[in-house]
Protein backbone atom coordinates (compact mmCIF):
# COMPACT_ATOMS: atom_id res chain seq x y z
CA UNK A 1 0.00 0.00 0.00
CA UNK A 2 1.39 3.14 -0.79
CA UNK A 3 1.89 5.85 2.17
CA UNK A 4 -0.61 8.74 0.14
CA UNK A 5 -2.89 7.83 -2.80
CA UNK A 6 -4.47 10.91 -4.74
CA UNK A 7 -6.47 10.61 -7.91
CA UNK A 8 -4.95 11.96 -10.44
CA UNK A 9 -7.87 13.32 -12.46
CA UNK A 10 -7.30 14.77 -14.88
CA UNK A 11 -10.27 17.07 -13.19
CA UNK A 12 -11.58 20.16 -15.60
CA UNK A 13 -14.12 22.72 -14.24
CA UNK A 14 -15.79 25.59 -15.73
CA UNK A 15 -14.12 29.29 -13.88
CA UNK A 16 -15.96 29.93 -11.01
CA UNK A 17 -16.45 26.66 -10.16
CA UNK A 18 -15.26 25.24 -6.65
CA UNK A 19 -12.70 22.42 -6.75
CA UNK A 20 -12.19 19.57 -4.23
CA UNK A 21 -8.65 18.03 -4.09
CA UNK A 22 -8.02 14.94 -2.03
CA UNK A 23 -5.50 13.02 -0.88
CA UNK A 24 -5.76 10.02 1.67
CA UNK A 25 -2.65 8.37 3.93
CA UNK A 26 -2.11 5.14 5.89
CA UNK A 27 0.20 6.28 8.00
CA UNK A 28 -1.37 7.35 11.52
CA UNK A 29 1.95 9.19 12.34
CA UNK A 30 1.95 11.40 10.01
CA UNK A 31 1.67 14.85 11.41
CA UNK A 32 2.42 17.83 8.71
CA UNK A 33 0.36 18.36 5.61
CA UNK A 34 0.69 20.43 2.99
CA UNK A 35 -0.55 21.44 -0.63
CA UNK A 36 2.18 21.70 -3.52
CA UNK A 37 0.85 23.34 -6.81
CA UNK A 38 2.67 22.72 -9.83
CA UNK A 39 2.62 24.80 -13.28
CA UNK A 40 3.74 22.97 -16.76
CA UNK A 41 7.56 22.36 -16.62
CA UNK A 42 8.00 24.98 -13.57
CA UNK A 43 9.35 23.43 -10.12
CA UNK A 44 6.52 23.07 -7.31
CA UNK A 45 5.28 25.66 -5.11
CA UNK A 46 3.95 25.85 -1.55
CA UNK A 47 0.42 26.57 -1.60
CA UNK A 48 -0.40 25.81 2.13
CA UNK A 49 0.56 23.82 5.10
CA UNK A 50 -0.88 22.48 8.29
CA UNK A 51 -0.17 20.46 11.57
CA UNK A 52 -3.43 19.30 12.94
CA UNK A 53 -7.02 18.31 11.98
CA UNK A 54 -9.10 21.22 11.14
CA UNK A 55 -9.30 23.97 8.25
CA UNK A 56 -7.17 26.09 7.61
CA UNK A 57 -8.09 29.11 4.91
CA UNK A 58 -5.59 31.48 3.05
CA UNK A 59 -7.75 33.53 0.49
CA UNK A 60 -10.13 31.62 -1.88
CA UNK A 61 -7.65 28.48 -0.86
CA UNK A 62 -9.31 25.89 2.04
CA UNK A 63 -6.50 23.12 3.49
CA UNK A 64 -8.69 20.49 5.68
CA UNK A 65 -7.76 17.89 7.26
CA UNK A 66 -9.50 14.72 9.28
CA UNK A 67 -6.52 12.65 11.12
CA UNK A 68 -9.66 10.03 11.99
CA UNK A 69 -10.28 9.63 8.56
CA UNK A 70 -6.43 9.56 7.25
CA UNK A 71 -7.75 11.98 5.06
CA UNK A 72 -6.78 15.81 3.79
CA UNK A 73 -8.42 18.31 0.94
CA UNK A 74 -7.66 21.35 -1.02
CA UNK A 75 -10.68 23.17 -1.89
CA UNK A 76 -10.75 26.11 -4.22
CA UNK A 77 -13.20 28.63 -4.71
CA UNK A 78 -14.18 30.40 -7.10
CA UNK A 79 -11.58 29.03 -9.64
CA UNK A 80 -9.77 30.86 -12.36
CA UNK A 81 -8.06 29.72 -15.00
CA UNK A 82 -4.73 30.66 -13.80
CA UNK A 83 -5.40 28.02 -11.24
CA UNK A 84 -5.02 25.32 -13.86
CA UNK A 85 -2.03 23.23 -12.38
CA UNK A 86 -1.31 19.76 -10.96
CA UNK A 87 -1.75 20.14 -7.36
CA UNK A 88 0.72 17.72 -4.83
CA UNK A 89 -0.04 16.45 -1.61
CA UNK A 90 2.96 15.72 0.66
CA UNK A 91 2.70 14.37 3.95
CA UNK A 92 4.81 13.03 6.63
CA UNK A 93 6.62 13.64 10.20
CA UNK A 94 10.41 12.59 9.47
CA UNK A 95 10.19 12.13 5.87
CA UNK A 96 7.83 13.08 3.14
CA UNK A 97 6.00 11.69 1.20
CA UNK A 98 4.24 13.06 -2.27
CA UNK A 99 0.93 12.16 -4.15
CA UNK A 100 1.02 11.85 -7.16
CA UNK A 101 -0.60 15.20 -7.66
CA UNK A 102 -3.87 16.12 -9.60
CA UNK A 103 -3.95 18.03 -12.28
CA UNK A 104 -6.57 20.75 -12.74
CA UNK A 105 -8.06 22.64 -15.58
CA UNK A 106 -9.86 25.57 -15.42
CA UNK A 107 -11.78 26.84 -18.73
CA UNK A 108 -13.11 30.37 -19.22
CA UNK B 1 16.79 36.77 -6.40
CA UNK B 2 16.00 33.39 -7.51
CA UNK B 3 15.67 31.45 -4.08
CA UNK B 4 16.54 27.71 -5.47
CA UNK B 5 18.26 27.81 -8.87
CA UNK B 6 19.36 24.81 -10.98
CA UNK B 7 21.65 24.39 -13.75
CA UNK B 8 21.22 23.24 -16.26
CA UNK B 9 17.71 23.30 -17.48
CA UNK B 10 18.08 21.07 -20.18
CA UNK B 11 20.52 17.73 -20.37
CA UNK B 12 20.08 15.37 -23.02
CA UNK B 13 23.06 12.67 -23.05
CA UNK B 14 23.76 9.30 -24.45
CA UNK B 15 23.95 5.88 -22.28
CA UNK B 16 27.07 5.77 -20.55
CA UNK B 17 28.02 8.94 -19.87
CA UNK B 18 28.56 10.75 -16.68
CA UNK B 19 26.68 14.29 -15.94
CA UNK B 20 26.27 16.61 -12.89
CA UNK B 21 23.47 18.94 -12.00
CA UNK B 22 23.92 21.99 -9.86
CA UNK B 23 21.61 23.41 -7.21
CA UNK B 24 22.29 26.46 -5.52
CA UNK B 25 19.50 27.98 -3.04
CA UNK B 26 20.10 31.49 -1.20
CA UNK B 27 17.63 30.87 1.15
CA UNK B 28 19.70 30.35 4.11
CA UNK B 29 17.96 26.92 4.45
CA UNK B 30 19.87 24.14 6.73
CA UNK B 31 18.49 21.23 4.48
CA UNK B 32 18.70 20.70 0.81
CA UNK B 33 16.76 17.88 -1.30
CA UNK B 34 17.03 15.78 -4.51
CA UNK B 35 13.46 14.40 -6.00
CA UNK B 36 12.85 12.73 -9.24
CA UNK B 37 9.99 13.06 -10.75
CA UNK B 38 8.78 10.52 -13.52
CA UNK B 39 6.86 11.29 -16.87
CA UNK B 40 3.85 10.11 -14.30
CA UNK B 41 4.65 13.09 -12.22
CA UNK B 42 5.39 11.31 -9.30
CA UNK B 43 7.72 12.97 -6.92
CA UNK B 44 10.42 10.93 -4.94
CA UNK B 45 12.56 12.41 -3.05
CA UNK B 46 16.36 10.94 -3.60
CA UNK B 47 18.41 12.32 -1.12
CA UNK B 48 18.62 15.68 1.94
CA UNK B 49 21.88 16.98 3.30
CA UNK B 50 21.70 18.91 6.72
CA UNK B 51 24.76 20.45 7.69
CA UNK B 52 26.99 18.40 5.18
CA UNK B 53 25.53 15.05 6.19
CA UNK B 54 23.58 12.95 4.66
CA UNK B 55 20.33 11.83 6.38
CA UNK B 56 18.08 10.23 3.91
CA UNK B 57 19.40 8.08 1.12
CA UNK B 58 16.20 6.15 -0.37
CA UNK B 59 17.08 3.06 -2.61
CA UNK B 60 18.71 4.89 -5.04
CA UNK B 61 21.03 3.28 -7.66
CA UNK B 62 24.97 4.40 -5.97
CA UNK B 63 25.37 5.38 -9.63
CA UNK B 64 24.03 8.52 -8.30
CA UNK B 65 26.18 10.97 -5.70
CA UNK B 66 25.19 13.84 -4.33
CA UNK B 67 28.01 15.92 -2.93
CA UNK B 68 27.71 19.33 -0.73
CA UNK B 69 30.54 21.76 -1.19
CA UNK B 70 28.81 23.82 1.48
CA UNK B 71 25.21 24.36 3.11
CA UNK B 72 24.10 26.64 -0.23
CA UNK B 73 24.99 23.95 -2.69
CA UNK B 74 23.79 20.20 -3.52
CA UNK B 75 25.18 18.93 -6.45
CA UNK B 76 23.68 15.63 -7.86
CA UNK B 77 26.43 13.63 -10.35
CA UNK B 78 25.35 10.37 -12.32
CA UNK B 79 27.88 7.84 -13.50
CA UNK B 80 26.97 5.43 -16.11
CA UNK B 81 23.60 6.80 -17.32
CA UNK B 82 20.90 4.87 -18.35
CA UNK B 83 17.58 5.42 -20.58
CA UNK B 84 15.02 4.69 -17.14
CA UNK B 85 17.26 7.40 -15.77
CA UNK B 86 15.21 9.98 -17.95
CA UNK B 87 13.28 12.13 -15.83
CA UNK B 88 13.12 15.55 -14.15
CA UNK B 89 14.75 16.37 -11.36
CA UNK B 90 14.40 19.00 -8.69
CA UNK B 91 16.23 20.32 -5.58
CA UNK B 92 14.84 22.09 -2.77
CA UNK B 93 15.96 23.36 0.15
CA UNK B 94 14.23 23.75 3.46
CA UNK B 95 14.75 25.63 7.03
CA UNK B 96 14.06 22.88 9.14
CA UNK B 97 14.32 19.39 8.68
CA UNK B 98 11.36 18.30 5.85
CA UNK B 99 9.43 21.00 6.49
CA UNK B 100 8.42 23.97 4.01
CA UNK B 101 10.18 22.91 1.13
CA UNK B 102 11.03 25.44 -1.70
CA UNK B 103 11.96 23.62 -4.74
CA UNK B 104 14.17 24.64 -8.12
CA UNK B 105 12.69 24.87 -11.49
CA UNK B 106 13.41 21.44 -12.41
CA UNK B 107 16.66 20.09 -14.90
CA UNK B 108 14.80 17.64 -17.28
CA UNK B 109 17.45 14.93 -18.05
CA UNK B 110 17.05 13.01 -21.47
CA UNK B 111 19.08 9.84 -21.82
CA UNK B 112 19.34 8.43 -25.38
Known amino acids: QKEVEQDPGPLSVPEGAIVSLNCTYSNSAFQYFMWYRQYSRKGPELLMYTYSSGNKEDGRFTAQVDKSSKYISLFIRDSQPSDSATYLCALGRNQFYFGTGTSLTVIP | DTAVSQTPKYLVTQMGNDKSIKCEQNLGHDTMYWYKQDSKKFLKIMFSYNNKELIINETVPNRFSPKSPDKAHLNLHINSLELGDSAVYFC???????????FGPGTRLTVT
Open chain 2, 92 to 102: ASSQVRDYEQY
